[in-house]
């Protein structure tokens, strides 16, 4: 593991890259039980053939926890989740598509109800193997601050 980052190791614009993981049928059909979300769109191959798509389209809920999955890779005692903003799903994932997640710093701010933290908001880009933005979202998270 790296050694723990404070606030103040953080800098905007700084970016990593996650591995690429391949979504499958079995992601879905996995997902659809956890959830409670059978909807057609992910669920019948049949009707989906019809459709704008013509094939089934992965749960926009699933390719968010995928694609946060993989950002685990980087794990930082002295920071915790505060919140996600601005969700959206531009593309969608498909049976086959592999993906990964680009991560970019895009502001720091103190954090007005924690003198001893910072507010890190990261820029999410979830893509597929064709280079297209499938989610984006910023990603907010309080990591203490030195001394």
Sequence with gaps: MERPRHFEDYTAGEAR????????????VVH?????????????AEAMKSSQWGQRIAHGTMTFAIGIGLTASEI??????????????????????????????AALEDD???????????????MNQ?????????HIYLVKKLG
């Design 17 to 28: 890259k996650t591995s690429a993981r391949t979504i499958t049928e079995t992601d879905i």
């Design 32 to 44: 659809a039980g956890h959830t409670g979300d059978f909807f057609p769109h992910h669920m019948d």
């Design 76 to 105: 930082n005692p002295l920071a915790f989740t505060y919140g996600f903003e601005r969700l959206r799903f531009p593309k969608p994932v498909f049976i086959g598509d592999t993906i990964h997640t680009v991560l970019t710093i």
């Design 112 to 126: 007005a109800k924690r003198a001893d933290h910072g507010r890190v908001t990261e820029q999410v880009r979830v």
């Design 130 to 138: 064709r280079g297209e933005t499938v989610l984006a979202c910023d």
